[in-house]
């Protein structure tokens, strides 16, 4: 599938960015590759590392002060790094944005934009015959996914139809207000689209880049433990943006 595609134009590097000795035991997960991230895994028995942010994001990378210390810890403790960005926002069952719609209960419908090529931004309806107020998709966010980062409420419109998109894309939120979509959810906030979302009439829920992007690896995770058994845990590092 082209969602599967890990050659796709990305500035990751996509797969395998650090070799371990060959055999993978236990999978820690992550959204961002970081020292902490490693030493706890390290801790933990794991000797594989699945994160959405790696290390290596197309250009050449010095191995010299934070990058050397954690390629050290990675090669001392036999950890092989893993990492996916946007084939793990664009799986269609696997993916950032396929958790998302399933968080908040939407039924997904078609993806649309263009980024690099890629319709990346997702779509759903809400689920049954009952149309949400904004802050009943806030509360529903809340419950499932976390603490929002950030929301504008764009008047009184009742939300049938939500358009999102995980971590920073916030570009897809005029596309989404001119295709008549009721409320947009990405992950980062900035002032200036606060305004614009009011006087594009679309309500905004800017739900934290790091809240929506732990679907991806959990749910990948899930389905290589389903086909060959290997154990995973979590680690739960929150930026809080």
């Not at 090669?75 to 950032?96: F, K, M």
């Not at 009943?136 to 009742?158: D, I």
Request: glycine share 10%; aromatic share 10%.
């Amino acid at each position: 599938e082209k969602t599967l595609d890990m050659k796709m134009p990305d500035t990751a590097i996509n797969g395998i960015q650090v070799a371990n000795s060959g055999y993978i035991s236990k999978i820690g997960l992550g959204v961002d590759f970081s020292l902490e991230l490693v030493e706890a895994a390290a801790l933990q028995g794991c000797n594989a590392l699945l994160v959405h942010h790696g290390l290596f994001w197309g250009q050449p990378l010095p191995l010299r002060g934070a990058s050397y210390r954690k390629i050290k810890q990675l090669i001392e403790n036999d950890i092989a790094l893993i990492a996916l960005h946007l084939p793990l926002d664009l799986h269609a069952e696997l993916g950032n944005n396929a958790g998302l719609l399933q968080a908040l209960s939407l039924s997904a419908t078609e993806n649309f934009g263009d980024y690099k090529g890629y319709k990346l931004i997702f779509s759903g309806t809400v689920v049954g015959d009952k149309a949400l107020s904004f802050e009943e998709l806030v509360q529903r966010y809340t419950k499932f996914v976390g603490k929002p980062l950030a929301t504008v409420q764009a008047g009184k419109r009742l939300i049938t139809r939500v358009a999102l998109c995980s971590g920073g894309a916030l570009f897809g939120l005029e596309e989404a207000a001119a295709k008549g979509f009721d409320a947009y959810v990405t992950g980062d906030a900035n002032h200036i689209y606060y305004h614009k979302a009011k006087e594009l009439g679309i309500h905004l829920l800017c739900g934290g880049h790091y809240l929506t992007e732990t679907f991806g690896v959990k749910r990948l995770a899930n389905r290589i433990q389903e086909e060959f058994s290997i154990p995973f845990v979590f680690i739960d590092l929150p930026t809080g943006l």
